[in-house]
């Protein structure tokens, strides 16, 4: 068009050159001609101006599509590397105007991103893509903060993100003097999330469990966020609707919720979740939430506490035991990791230290004596023969298993010995326990073991020191009918030593002589090279077991701690005090020193101070009189969490009979992907005349 308007000017020249080179002119002619030269010169001109401004709407337009082609590739180039879960979007409800995303530090290898010590990537930038001006944007706009502040909470990156759409650039904001800011485009910018992530097909031909279900990223706002599971249909091939969730991701500081944990539910219908017991395969607590559909339409209701810790597997990096066991619980009812304290373990045993399986003693020999056993330990000749340390013990006692055999025992008491290099029949009296026998809420002083049986005494509070030796002494009781003195025996594989030492019936003996220290210079002491009635001792559990939590960075720089509760069991007076303290450094280098952190023994609200990093301890405290240890089954710490964005997903269990599941977080779907809608905006002279359309980018941040 362009060439052809410029042909035409040219040949409408030439027209009028050759037009005077006639002989002359009349004023009617002149005026023709000049009438006639002036609309052929508005015909060119305007031909001109209309090429010109057609080249000109050309070139904007191209202008326009090189910077959106250049905008989508910044965008996809960019948002790969985030996370949905770290977007701060202003303003908080749409449509967006700006949005800040983390880029993760980049060491090396471009293809390598670093990553912490619980696997989470290091973010080194913050871009910030915003509309401007903000009340009628035609440029779209991207500043830069680098080096990022990852000490910023979400409170303050939100802070910083609006300041930066309202101003235009990050000199005002926080790090703002990392901060530049350039135009990437002129036109007008929206962006939004696109929510396409709202049903998961719980399906599957033969059971599986998805644990890296992921649906997309949900907005979560302080305290509680309704969480609805609607079921909406099923596969072809499914049998039924029923769905069952091990875990759910949803916490912002990245902490796993089990599912069952959420019960009971704040509405259902069309069935009813139940705890479902999972002894057996990778199931994290033993343990999972089950929604037994029959149909489309059932819909089940939870909320979750933003944010919350619950803790069912007490592990981690940074988790230490002291004096505690964890153990697989598969009793019905109640299975899933426990915590529980050590002991109750074999300390010591009379074929152990005389290496012999022992024998019945038929002849009644003991009748009526004074018995001591000696127990080696670790600084004894002839030892060490006890195993394991204890803060108390029980003790088993065995009576021969000849006809009628029967052992009696009056009196017995536990003690150290007076030498532990070189232990004999002396005992050092301040340490001498009494053992009793029967129940705790019903001691006995004595008890009648039958012929062939083991009887083992109650929790005794007395500790055992596997370097030290100790003495059991106890009276047999005497009759003249019945056979009352016949223990089992376990002779000794070494000789000249002797591992019992017995004091045989005299005048007026009694509970007395079994407490009484020397022994060694009464004449009617009598070695005998075995050990004589005394099975085993055990230990108790120990006093007091320690759980010390790894560190969880709640991501908040002075969170509002909420609540503490616990559940588990807790026999007879057994209890559990836990201990709750914050720091604002990683590592709580600047937190209290445990042992002036104040117990918490009572379920609910806390204060624990406001540091963005929090540490638990559970002691464990057994109760003595009935040896019964604590079981604590997990505890849940709430803290008030700020409005953010997560990532939604879980340990999904796909199953046979499982149906299509519809997912709403606080009234919306999770939003899978990223979409920016880009105004492209051409204004002619008359700027109310314009014309414009969306060029759509999206795209779908890793997760």
């Known amino acids: 068009m362009r060439d052809t308007s410029i042909s035409h000017v040219t040949r409408s020249g030439s027209f009028l050159m050759l037009s005077s080179s006639r002989s002359g002119y009349t004023v009617i002619e002149l005026v023709a001609a000049m009438a006639a030269f002036l609309i052929v010169m508005t015909a060119v001109i305007t031909g001109v101006l209309t090429v010109m401004r057609s080249d000109m709407r050309q070139q904007l337009e191209t202008e326009r599509i090189v910077e959106a082609h250049r905008v989508a590739t910044t965008l996809r180039s960019t948002m790969r590397l985030t996370r949905l879960s770290e977007m701060v979007r202003y303003p908080a409800e749409g449509p967006h105007s700006a949005i800040s995303y983390p880029l993760p530090v980049r060491p090396g290898d471009a293809n390598l991103d670093e990553l912490d010590a619980q696997g989470f990537a290091v973010w080194g930038e913050t871009l910030v893509l915003h509309a401007w001006p903000p009340n009628d944007p035609s440029e779209l706009r991207l500043t830069r903060f680098y080096p990022r502040d990852n000490s910023l909470s979400l409170s303050q990156r939100y802070d910083q993100l609006e300041r930066v759409a309202l101003d235009g650039n990050g000199n005002q904001a926080a790090n703002g003097a990392n901060s530049e800011t350039m135009t990437l485009a002129r036109m007008r910018p929206e962006f939004t999330l696109r929510t396409d992530g709202r049903t998961y097909d719980f399906y599957a031909s033969s059971e599986m469990l998805d644990r890296s279900a992921n649906m997309g990223g949900v907005r979560l706002v302080p305290g509680p966020n309704p969480i609805r599971f609607s079921v909406v249909g099923k596969a072809s091939a499914s049998s039924g609707h029923s769905f069952t969730i091990d875990q759910l991701r949803i916490s912002p500081a990245g902490l796993p919720i089990e599912a069952e944990a959420l019960l009971p539910a704040t509405q259902q219908s069309g069935a009813t979740a139940v705890i479902e017991e999972r002894p057996l395969g990778n199931w994290s607590d033993r343990r999972a939430l089950s929604f037994p559909a029959a149909a489309p ?22 988790t230490e035991f002291d004096n505690l066991i964890a153990f697989i619980n598969q009793v019905p009812g109640a299975v899933g990791t426990r915590l529980r304290a050590e002991g109750r373990e074999l300390a010591w045993s009379a074929m152990f230290q005389t290496g012999t399986g022992g024998a019945s003693d038929p002849l009644d020999s003991y009748q009526g004596a004074a018995v001591r056993v000696i127990v080696r330990g670790g600084f004894a000749e002839h030892g060490p023969h006890i195993l394991i340390d204890g803060d108390g013990c029980t003790v088993t006692f065995r009576a021969s298993s000849a006809a009628d055999a029967n052992f009696n025992i009056l009196h017995a008491f536990i003690s150290e010995v007076s030498d532990h290099d070189n232990p004999g029949p002396d005992i050092d009296q301040n340490t001498v326990t009494r053992i009793r026998f029967g129940s705790p809420s019903s001691p006995q002083d004595s008890v009648l073991i039958e012929a062939g049986q083991s009887v083992r005494s109650i929790p005794i509070d007395f500790p055992i020191d596997r370097e030290k030796s100790y003495a059991i002494s106890f009276l047999v009781a005497e009759s003249s ?157 709430r803290w008030l969490g700020e409005e953010t964005n997560v990532g939604f997903g879980g340990a999904f269990h796909r199953s046979p009979d499982g149906g299509y599941v519809e997912v709403l977080v606080n009234d919306e779907p999770p939003a899978s992907s990223f979409r920016a809608e880009l105004g492209l905006v051409l204004r002619g002279k008359d700027t109310s005349a314009e014309e414009s359309w969306v060029f759509g980018i999206e795209t779908t941040p890793r997760n």
């Open 297 to 318: 339409g059932a819909v089940l209701d939870l909320s979750f506490f933003n944010d919350t810790w619950h803790e069912t597997r007490f592990t981690g990096a940074g």
């Open 481 to 637: 009918g019945a056979t009352l003195g016949s223990p089992w025996v376990w002779p000794l594989n070494e000789v000249g030593r002797a591992d019992t030492y017995m004091l045989p019936p005299f005048p007026g003996i009694g509970e007395g002589i079994a407490r009484t220290g020397g022994w060694s210079n009464r004449p009617d002491l009598q070695e005998i090279a075995a050990v004589v009635g005394v099975q085993e001792i055990r230990t108790t559990f120990v006093d007091e077991g320690v759980y010390t939590s790894r560190i969880i960075d709640t991501g908040l720089s002075s969170p509002d701690y909420q609540t503490l509760t616990w559940g588990g069991n807790f026999p007879h007076d057994s209890s559990v005090a836990f201990r709750v303290r914050t720091g604002a450094e990683a590592d709580l280098s600047d937190a209290t020193e445990w042992s002036d952190v104040t117990s918490i023994t009572s379920q609910g609200n806390i204060s624990p101070g406001a540091g963005r990093y929090v540490q638990v301890q559970a002691r464990l405290l057994r109760d003595v009189i009935h040896d019964a240890s604590p079981e604590l089954s997990h505890f849940t710490l």
